[in-house]
């Protein structure tokens, strides 16, 4: 079964500094897709990336950036000059087809604070 | 438009009541899904609906029922339900896997559930 480790709970930084939050994934497909969402505190998952399985390429989207690497598993999540409306819960997941569909297998989360 | 409407936002029901959430999309997405959050863990996936059926059922408790009328819509109906049901109620779509790999989901806002 497929599973997602985000290793680090919470995260607290000040304004301006960058931040990397950490994601491993196990699985045993060839073919697979990864995502980040960011929840804020108003609840809703908000879509930041997804990746698939055959596309190792590094992304780079603002203060965004994504480091994915197949030999270690991991589909890191940087944030450069952090502001404090990235305060917010940020999911890893990974996907998992389950009989004619697909669906997401979720980290815990790592909760970001950023302080002014 | 990446918008998925909940409704209503907020609802207290007792554990005899029959109450619904309705979740709708317009963005020609196939594929629907039911989520349930509980505070501090990630969504916690309940029903996946692909071209109008049911593709995925989480083993959720019958109390929870789902109908998927047409493409846009989503329904979750709740009867007799517990304290312990009251949870955020997450509401996604995004493209079928048919279209070619797994697409990201859009989250609607969500419908927090109080059971007393």
């Known amino acids: 079964a497929q599973k997602v480790t985000q290793a680090q709970t919470e995260i607290s930084v000040v304004e301006k500094e960058d931040v990397t939050l950490d994601c491993v994934y196990e699985?045993?497909?060839?073919?697979?897709?990864l995502f980040w969402y960011k929840q804020p505190p108003s609840g809703e998952l908000v879509f930041l990336i997804r990746?698939?399985?055959?596309?190792?390429q590094n992304e780079i989207s603002g203060r965004y950036s994504w480091n994915f690497q197949k030999s270690t598993s991991s589909f890191n999540f940087t944030i450069t000059a952090s502001q404090v409306v990235d305060s917010a819960v940020y999911f890893c997941?990974?996907?998992?087809?389950?009989?004619?569909?697909?669906?997401?297998?979720f980290g815990k989360g790592t909760k970001l604070t950023v302080n002014p | 438009d990446t918008e998925v409407t909940q409704t209503p936002k907020h609802l207290v029901m007792g554990m005899t009541n029959k109450k619904s959430l309705k979740c709708e999309q317009h963005m020609g997405h196939r594929a629907m899904y039911w989520y349930k959050q509980k505070a501090k863990k990630p969504p916690e996936l309940m029903f996946v609906?692909?071209?109008?059926?049911?593709?995925i059922n989480e083993s959720v408790p019958s109390r929870f029922s789902p109908e998927c009328p047409n493409s846009s819509l989503l329904n979750l109906h709740l009867h007799a339900l517990q304290p312990e049901d009251s949870a955020l109620y997450l509401c996604?779509?995004?493209?079928?896997?048919?279209?070619?790999?797994?697409?990201?989901?859009?989250f609607g806002p969500g419908t927090r559930l109080t059971v007393t």
């Open positions: 699985t045993r497909d060839t073919t697979y897709y």
């Open positions: 996604a779509s995004s493209q079928d896997y048919l279209a070619g790999g797994m697409y990201e989901q859009y």
């Open positions: 997941a990974l996907s998992e087809r389950k009989g004619g569909s697909e669906k997401l297998v």
């Open positions: 990746r698939n399985s055959f596309d190792e």
């Open positions: 609906y692909s071209y109008e059926k049911l593709s």
